[in-house]
């Protein structure tokens, strides 16, 4: 199941000036608790099935709140968390104004929104000192024409009524949630519950927290030199084998454990086997 969030995709919050939309890892955290909550009903499910979270950016920041919060702690299998770490996250944060402030407010078509996102036009448009920023772009073009849409919403332009597309979330009102969104987000990966796994584009992203995590073994880390930050859209086959890999590594209803040495020297006994007195 994938879900958007509020603010994000076609799911629509109902916000006013006086109770402005809530974009905040809490708010973030409780919905993806209720969505699931909300399947089970729907499906009419008794029990929820074993669970496996993923995330991916400020995705792996909500994933890795709603692990540590223990919410379906015994379905939870493990989380994986993509291409987002607090300490990388952070000081990327310092070259986010420049960013937004560097990409178009509307595009005239779906088309040309595609070819802006892609890798080669970004890179015309970003100065060699935002390299951190350049990493979070799309490298597969295909991969483009099926996220990119979703990114925007059509309008009409108050200049000559002619159809624009502009951002479906407003970045710059988000700003003074940035921080929230990923302060205490390597505590939270890992002390949450379950198997964990991180999936980064380069080794440089790991913060200290997460370096001695690694060591100690306390997740499993995969580095995909020849992703950018969407991992899941530059290279989908790998990213699927890997996180279809990690659900059947940790998969409780596929392990099977050696039988006790008391069952086995009962079960001999009953076979009259002689060696057993």
Do not use: C
């Not at 624009?164 to 940035?178: E, G, K, M, N, Y």
């Amino acid at each position: 199941m994938a879900a958007d969030a509020r603010g994000h995709g076609e799911t629509v919050v109902t916000s006013t000036a006086e109770r402005p939309l809530d974009l905040s890892l809490a708010a973030l955290s409780n919905d993806m608790i209720e969505v699931i909550r909300l399947t089970q009903n729907k499906l009419g499910w008794t029990e929820l099935p074993e669970l496996v979270f993923v995330g991916h950016s400020l995705g792996g920041a909500v994933v890795s709140s709603v692990a540590k919060g223990g919410a379906y702690a015994s379905k939870l299998l493990g989380y994986a968390v993509l291409d987002v770490v607090e300490g990388f996250a952070m000081e990327a944060l310092k070259g986010m104004q420049a960013y937004l402030s560097s990409r178009p407010s509307s595009f005239a078509s779906l088309e040309d929104a595609i070819d802006w996102h892609h890798e080669d036009r970004v890179k015309s448009l970003l100065t060699e000192s935002s390299s951190s920023i350049q990493s979070r772009t799309l490298r597969n073009p295909t991969s483009a024409r099926v996220s990119v849409p979703a990114l925007l919403r059509q309008e009409t332009s108050p200049r000559d009524n002619s159809p624009i597309w502009v951002w479906r979330t407003d970045l710059v009102a988000t700003q003074p949630l940035w921080e929230n969104w990923f302060i205490g987000m390597s505590k939270n990966f890992l002390e949450g519950k379950g198997a964990k796994l991180l999936m980064l584009a380069g080794t440089d992203r790991l913060d200290k927290e997460l370096m001695i995590g690694q060591m100690q073994g306390k997740y499993q880390l995969l580095v995909f030199p020849e992703a950018g930050h969407f991992i899941h859209e530059d290279i989908p086959e790998k990213s699927a084998a890997a996180i279809v890999e990690f659900y059947r590594r940790n998969d409780r209803s596929a392990l099977v454990l050696p039988p006790k040495v008391s069952e086995m020297l009962k079960n001999k006994a009953l076979k009259g086997d002689p060696e057993i007195p």
